[in-house]
């Protein structure tokens, strides 16, 4: 089919291609053979050899497209009904999608000379998921034998020039000289001995849009993404046509766009490579499992918190499936990997004992809690809470906002003002004060899941918080702690549990004080408690000293030696397996409170990266007080540095709960193993799956295999643990034992044999 057959049956209104018919047929010829090795001819240099000119004469005659009469070429399945430039438009075109709408677009390339030294591997990716740029790579091999003499050709002008620079003095080039002397010269040695090869690239992109407006304005966003990458870009300015027949997928080469392609090597191909066969984004971090979908089962990595230039939006993972599926395996491999090569903090929750082999083969701490245990976890205690000193709000007398350093020196000056200003080591400076409207309602909530514990009784009145928050203000003030953070300290050195202090801590607010006061200030002439107070009094009893759980109540301790905050360790559990009923879900929710407040907001850890690891935590979320709790950790969590990893088999709690759901939109990333088929509806509505993804969780996979979703993509994969690992990680200690025996089953025929 001729050109302009070609172009009339397609209804372009306007013939902008300046070469012959036969220089696009022969074009078109040889884009139709994929084993075919392109090579290109430097006419400036010598006359083509008679064999070249063989080769050229033979793919005309043997390599063009058909052209039976009714067969429909690629370009009239996938073309638009209307194709329009003019010379107003010389850097885009318009075409006509349906009857009712026009579509914009702007055909664009990477100039030779806009290629940085070094590429990141997940350059396409943001420009992917934009949802209106359609990317391409034209990738045209070259032979040995012309590389080779391309590449002496580079040496011999670069030489050339060199001599000609330090004859005239101009020796500013020298160093750059030597430098693509030395590259090139490399490069040629690999090519001889067939340990690299040369391949012209011409990396070309198609950005759409609804209005001429719009369509320049996806454009300025591509130029930006790419410019991150110090990539720039290009559009195909008066050459509109040709740029779109060669980034649409009908396999047209234009011959006078040879000046789009730039030369790489093996390796910087392998980089630009835009379709990587299921595989996912590389962001560094820690090898998670083997990819399932590729054919070498490559390992794929996991980072929560990102790298500097890659950040994901918030860092909380969810890990969902059912019993036996690999969930807490999962969760154990994460944290190994993270703490032991990444030296991340964690802290866990666990209440079925799943984590203490674990604590114990890191050489980590594992605190077992029980009803009647030394430990105590005090709800009451007193925090310190800062907020950046950019975000205040300060004016002078006449209105104008000051700057840092004149707040800085307002707050420092004024007596009535009992904040402090600290400098972490990044130089950010911030607001220290005590959070005792923060320490208030975590006691109220500490109590409303107490009360709520029993179905059979609600959450406090109006009337009960009023009094409570009265006797909580009572002990705070007679303790002299003020938003000061000093006032937390007395002003002498000493030891507290074997632990030396530069200035001694108060002691904490507790359970006992705050009864005692709720009983002083209830009690009437005739030693009548108020009736009104009695529900809160019988509620907070059961927790005191002299209780049946006397956990709660007292300094918090845990061990001789051991810090209040715990931050001489990497990581903690709080195995929370021995207890039962209302006390567990009661300690589950002061612990996450004790991490959030005292280990998550600590301003000591501002800078340290730490994840939150707690598992079966649907069990609570129909608790409003826990839920609402839960949700403020997963919505705040990121401002912190911090991370929550959170593990459920209670895949029904997604239907119809809020609460529930909200943890899944809260969590950029998502591990979901084994479901059964009767939950794939609401898996598919909850964790928004693919039927193809759906496909694998419900078809019986192997423990520890699943779809990871991270940052929009997903990717099957199988864990991966060690020898070593599967130490720790089996849950089931039948099955460990097994697997043991096996092992040394193998061991003496391995010896025998």
Known sequence: MSLSSFLRKNKFTKDEVDNSESEVNETAGETDNEDMDYSYVDLSNEENSDEEIEQNEYDKKHKTPSSILGQPSLFNIIGPSYWSTDDFMQDEFVMRENMRSKTYGIAAYVPPSGYPRTLDTTVFQDLLAQGNVDVTLDIVPQSRRFTMRNLSNMLNIIEANAEYQKEKGQTFQERDNIAKYSDIDNFLDQVQFDENRMYDVAISVIVYGSSDREVNQNFGIVADLLANENLSITPYAKRQKSGYLTTIPIGARISYLNDTYRNVDRKALAVMDVARNASGRFNGGIPFGNNQAT?????????????????????????????????????????????????????????????????????????????????????????????????????????????????????????????????????????????????????????????????????????????????????????????????????????????????????????????????????????????????????????????????????????????????????????????????????????????????????????????LDADEILQFIDDPEMSSFFETIVRRDRKRNGSITWLTQDIERFQGNPQAKALVTNSEFMFVLATKPEHRRLMKETVDLTDGALDILTGNPEPGEGILRQEGESIWIRTNPSLKEMQFVESNRAIGQARKHRMEIDAINKAIG
């Open 295 to 611: 054919p070498s089962q490559n390992t794929e990595f996991l980072n929560i918190f990102g790298t500097d230039t890659h950040r994901p939006i918030n860092y909380n993972m969810g890990i969902v499936g059912e019993a036996g599926s690999g969930k807490s395996a999962a969760n154990k491999i994460k944290m190994a990997r993270e703490i032991s090569i990444l030296g991340l903090e964690h802290r866990s929750i666990d209440p079925d004992g799943e984590y203490i082999l674990l604590a114990k083969r890191l050489g980590q701490l594992n605190l077992t809690i029980t009803a009647n245990a030394q430990f105590v976890i005090n709800p009451c205690a007193l925090s310190l809470f800062e907020t950046p000193l950019e975000e205040e709000t300060m004016t002078d007398e006449n209105g104008q906002q000051l700057s840092i350093d004149e707040m800085e020196e307002r707050i420092r000056l004024d007596d009535n003002d009992h904040r402090i200003v600290t400098t972490h080591k990044d130089g950010g400076r911030y607001i220290q004060q005590v959070n005792i409207s923060q320490m208030l309602a975590n006691i109220k909530g500490f109590v409303n899941v107490i009360l709520t514990s029993n179905e059979s009784e609600s959450k406090m009145s109006v009337g009960e918080e009023k009094r409570l928050e009265d006797a909580v203000n009572s002990v705070v003030n007679s303790m002299g702690i003020t938003t000061d953070p000093n006032s937390l300290f007395s002003n002498k050195a000493g030891m507290v549990d074997d632990v030396y202090h530069d200035r001694l801590p108060k002691l904490e607010p507790t359970l006992t004080d705050i009864y005692k006061e709720l009983e002083i200030q209830n009690t009437d002439e005739n030693g009548e408690i108020d009736p009104k107070v009695e529900r809160l009094m019988d509620a907070l009893k059961l927790y005191l000293r002299d209780g049946k759980r006397p956990i709660f109540d007292g300094q918090t301790y845990f061990g001789k030696g051991r810090s209040q905050l715990l931050n001489d360790y990497k990581y903690v559990n709080f195995n929370i397996s021995q207890l039962d009923g209302s006390i567990k879900r009661v300690a589950y929710y002061v612990i996450t409170q004790y991490l959030w407040e005292r280990w998550m907001k600590n301003p000591a850890k501002a800078m340290v990266k730490k994840v």
